[in-house]
């Protein structure tokens, strides 16, 4: 029997995993990579609580909002990326040091 | 041990563990491939818990579409592999190992510790969930369900959000196409 504390703890660990890659990464990518594991990590709770709530379907529709949500999210940081890619030939967030132009 | 519960923790193991591998090798290109395979098992996860089309559709939008585009982004800007190994230091983001791994671990810490707390007491609507025996079972016809609920209950976050990624959509090619003035 697959309880509720099983789907969180996993998702738990996911979540570290993902804040990880955010704090330590010196790579944009990577950064981003962190970012969809930690939606991830709460899709899976929005899902694992969801299975509770057949009237209203409340974790499952909004697991799928998160979806898109986060490929938009990714669609438009992977732009940015590349802009800032093209202007100062570097994805380290550190040597990226001046907004103006 | 049942079959479901060994599928779960071996599902479980896989995403943990590539995810793992993910944040702490070196090569982003492996790194990416990697990440594939942690997106897999999270959908296998998914099935657990009863969402067949939530599975369905992480399968089609992040294989099918995210990791694609990651992997355009890392190959367009592909000088940083050589470079990746070299050292920086003094910023906000970006903290060596040794700083990260405590705080990472605290904060897995302080969220074990809120499962274990939370566990003393079940929500009341989860209770009368139960109670009432309204809760999805195997058997459901999920996706039919869904269907309904999108077009009735859940019209209204629907269109905006599918306003909102027409918008996205739009703003991010107008932010990557080629400059013509310059």
């Given at each position: 029997m697959i309880t509720l504390t099983h789907f969180l703890v996993v998702s738990a660990c996911i979540f570290c995993i993902g804040l990880y890659a955010v704090l330590a990464k010196k790579n944009a990518i990577m950064i981003l990579v962190g970012i969809e594991l930690m939606i991830n990590a709460a899709i899976l709770n929005f899902v694992a609580f969801g299975k509770?709530?057949?009237?209203?379907y409340g974790g499952q529709i909004f697991a799928l909002f998160a979806i898109v949500l986060a490929a938009a999210a990714v669609a438009v940081g992977l732009a940015i990326i590349l802009n800032v890619y093209r202007y100062y030939k570097t994805v380290n967030p550190d040597q990226i040091r001046e907004l103006k132009d | 041990m049942n079959v479901e519960l060994f599928l779960f923790y071996a599902f479980a193991t896989l995403a943990i563990g590539s995810a793992l591998l993910v944040v702490s090798l070196k090569n982003i290109a492996r790194a990416l491939f990697l990440f594939f395979v942690v997106l897999f098992a999270m959908a296998g996860l998914y099935l657990f818990a009863l969402a067949d089309f939530v599975a369905i559709t992480q399968i089609m939008v992040y294989v099918g579409g995210v990791l694609i585009l990651l992997l355009f982004a890392f190959m367009l800007s592909n000088k940083e592999l050589l470079n990746d190994l070299q050292q920086t230091t003094g910023?906000?983001?970006?903290?060596?190992t040794w700083k990260v791994l405590p705080l990472i671990l605290a904060f897995l810490g302080i969220m074990i510790y809120g499962i274990i707390e939370w566990q003393q007491s079940t929500p009341a609507w989860m209770t009368t969930a139960i109670q009432n025996n309204t809760v999805i079972k195997s058997t459901d016809n999920n996706i039919h369900q869904l269907g309904i609920k999108f077009m009735t209950q859940y019209v209204l976050p629907f269109e905006v959000i599918s306003i909102f990624l027409m918008m996205a959509l739009i703003g991010a090619s107008h932010l990557s196409r080629k400059d013509l003035q310059k």
């Amino acid at each position: 029997m697959i309880t509720l504390t099983h789907f969180l703890v996993v998702s738990a660990c996911i979540f570290c995993i993902g804040l990880y890659a955010v704090l330590a990464k010196k790579n944009a990518i990577m950064i981003l990579v962190g970012i969809e594991l930690m939606i991830n990590a709460a899709i899976l709770n929005f899902v694992a609580f969801g299975k509770y709530d057949k009237i209203n379907y409340g974790g499952q529709i909004f697991a799928l909002f998160a979806i898109v949500l986060a490929a938009a999210a990714v669609a438009v940081g992977l732009a940015i990326i590349l802009n800032v890619y093209r202007y100062y030939k570097t994805v380290n967030p550190d040597q990226i040091r001046e907004l103006k132009d | 041990m049942n079959v479901e519960l060994f599928l779960f923790y071996a599902f479980a193991t896989l995403a943990i563990g590539s995810a793992l591998l993910v944040v702490s090798l070196k090569n982003i290109a492996r790194a990416l491939f990697l990440f594939f395979v942690v997106l897999f098992a999270m959908a296998g996860l998914y099935l657990f818990a009863l969402a067949d089309f939530v599975a369905i559709t992480q399968i089609m939008v992040y294989v099918g579409g995210v990791l694609i585009l990651l992997l355009f982004a890392f190959m367009l800007s592909n000088k940083e592999l050589l470079n990746d190994l070299q050292q920086t230091t003094g910023s906000l983001f970006s903290l060596p190992t040794w700083k990260v791994l405590p705080l990472i671990l605290a904060f897995l810490g302080i969220m074990i510790y809120g499962i274990i707390e939370w566990q003393q007491s079940t929500p009341a609507w989860m209770t009368t969930a139960i109670q009432n025996n309204t809760v999805i079972k195997s058997t459901d016809n999920n996706i039919h369900q869904l269907g309904i609920k999108f077009m009735t209950q859940y019209v209204l976050p629907f269109e905006v959000i599918s306003i909102f990624l027409m918008m996205a959509l739009i703003g991010a090619s107008h932010l990557s196409r080629k400059d013509l003035q310059k």
